[in-house]
């Protein structure tokens, strides 16, 4: 049982290339949701998904886009990446929308150069 | 504003000592707090849960506590081991982002 699998795990891209991140959960959840995380600060909710083919606008959505077109996948694109955008990109699923336990995938590191 | 707050931001303990780390909120209404463990490069694993009837819960050298009236959690850790090294997360259901995540407490142990 894989869980919540993210690829790639690192990435280097130069300013204004775009990049998808994929992530695949097989534990059968309807939620999926994207975080970036950042030195000094708390997980942050970029998008997230409540079913197939739904996605909505977290805390920090700007530059970024997300599809769920399969239950299993959660999809976050960069179209024009940009020096900011460096961070450690967290992908997660769960059961239910609050309360119950979250699973994270083990992370994307990008560094937009 | 719901807000999660850790502290102390970073720890350094010897091994086999005792430690603890605090987690204060405003959300509400609270149903359950959660706290996770981030080993470095891997992403958050959840510890414990916290539900509002519940005080005090125990996994392992993991204890946790619970005070709904002045809105404060602690985790305790009992004799550390090196393996105990890593960010300590605390998760309140609420807000914005549905959940609210606190900063974390960076603990480290050593030899």
């Not at chain 1, 919540?4 to 959840?29: I, Y």
């Not at chain 2, 463990?37 to 506590?65: C, H, W």
């Amino acid at each position: 049982n894989a869980g919540v699998t993210q690829t790639p795990k690192f990435r280097v891209l130069k300013t204004g290339q775009s990049m998808t991140l994929l992530c695949a959960q097989d534990m059968n959840h309807e939620y999926m949701y994207w975080y970036r995380q950042d030195p000094g600060m708390g997980l942050r909710l970029i998008h997230y998904s409540v079913g197939e083919g739904t996605t909505a606008k977290g805390e920090v959505p700007d530059g970024y886009n997300v599809s769920r077109l399969k239950k299993q996948n959660f999809l976050l694109g960069l179209e024009s990446a940009a020096p900011s955008q460096t961070s450690v990109y967290f992908c997660a699923s769960s059961l239910t929308l609050r309360g119950t336990e979250a699973f994270f995938g083990q992370g994307t590191r990008l560094t937009v150069v | 504003k719901n807000q999660v707050e850790q502290s102390p931001q970073s720890l350094i303990i010897l091994e086999g000592k005792n430690c603890t780390l605090q987690c204060n909120y405003t959300v509400s209404p609270f149903s359950n707090l959660r706290w996770y463990k981030q080993d470095t490069g891997r992403g958050p694993v959840s510890l414990t849960i916290m539900t509002f009837s519940e005080n005090t819960k125990s996994n392992r050298r993991y204890t946790a506590t619970l005070d709904a009236d002045t809105k404060q959690s602690s985790l305790h850790i009992t004799a550390s081991q090196l393996s105990d090294s890593a960010s300590y997360i605390c998760v309140v259901p609420g807000g914005y982002q549905k959940v609210t995540f606190g900063t974390g407490t960076k603990l480290q142990v050593i030899p």
